[in-house]
């Protein structure tokens, strides 16, 4: 392994929360979600350099929010049109070595554990990509789409939540370029899960307190479930 980088997706508008502003800027005990998860990245210690991911609109937004925080290695880039294209901003702003890993991160999801960050690295250097995942406690069934009846029920121990952190190799991330993404930005991948296809990804185990700001009232989950603990 040789550097470690962390990519921050906080390209939101608000418009979903229907807020003045977008859910990264939205408070949490007293920080913004998107200070919350650069102190986190930060109190790992091991980063080469954290990229930050904006909305063309809100680029001096950011750059106030962090301006504290930030480290010289440390960059704010403009998004693209949706989340992937939004990632792959932020990887080619960065000249990378194939043993070289990136962290890509939501910052809506404040709440991830710093030993969950050394497991995602051992799992990417097995596996060339590695998520966070949480087991699925409810019963799953699958319906297909504009139908309201189902046929086929999952198997509950087989279905986990995909969350961020996620992690990818140089390598990996150099493969996956070569393919051609779908012409319609409503087809692009929606995380690293489903960038990888079928290819292996490596599976970092987490718990109910990895939660994502999404909706109104969701910073009050958040806050309930927040947890101090690093470790």
Not at 37 to 64: A, N
Not at 115 to 138: D, H, M, R, Y
Not at 148 to 166: I, S, W
Request: proline share 5%; hydrophobic share 40%; net charge negative.
């Amino acid at each position: 392994m040789n550097n470690l980088y962390a990519i921050l997706l906080a390209g939101g508008t608000g418009s979903r929360m229907g807020l003045e502003i977008p859910k990264q800027f939205l408070h949490l005990r007293g920080e913004s979600l998107l200070r919350h998860s650069v102190k986190r990245f930060q109190r790992f210690g091991l980063l080469k350099s954290i990229v930050v991911v904006s909305h063309p609109d809100w680029i001096l937004e950011t750059e106030k929010e962090l301006e504290d925080l930030l480290a010289p290695n440390d960059r704010i880039v403009e998004g693209g049109e949706t989340r992937h294209l939004s990632t792959l901003q932020g990887i080619k702003s960065l000249t990378y070595d194939e043993k070289d890993i990136f962290f890509i991160h939501d910052v809506a999801r404040p709440s991830f554990k710093q030993n969950e960050l050394f497991q995602l690295v051992e799992q990417t250097k097995i596996f060339g990509a590695a998520s966070i995942v949480c087991p699925v406690t409810e019963s799953l069934v699958r319906v297909k789409l504009h139908q309201n009846y189902t046929e086929e029920p999952l198997k509950r121990e087989e279905v986990y939540a995909v969350k961020t952190p996620q992690s990818v190799a140089g390598f990996m991330i150099n493969e996956l370029l070569l393919e051609a993404l779908p012409s319609n930005p409503k087809l692009h991948p929606t995380d690293l899960c489903t960038w990888m296809g079928k290819r292996k990804v490596g599976m970092v185990e987490t718990d109910f307190h990895n939660t994502k700001v999404t909706s109104p009232g969701d910073i009050t989950l958040a806050d309930s479930l927040y947890i101090e603990d690093l470790t």
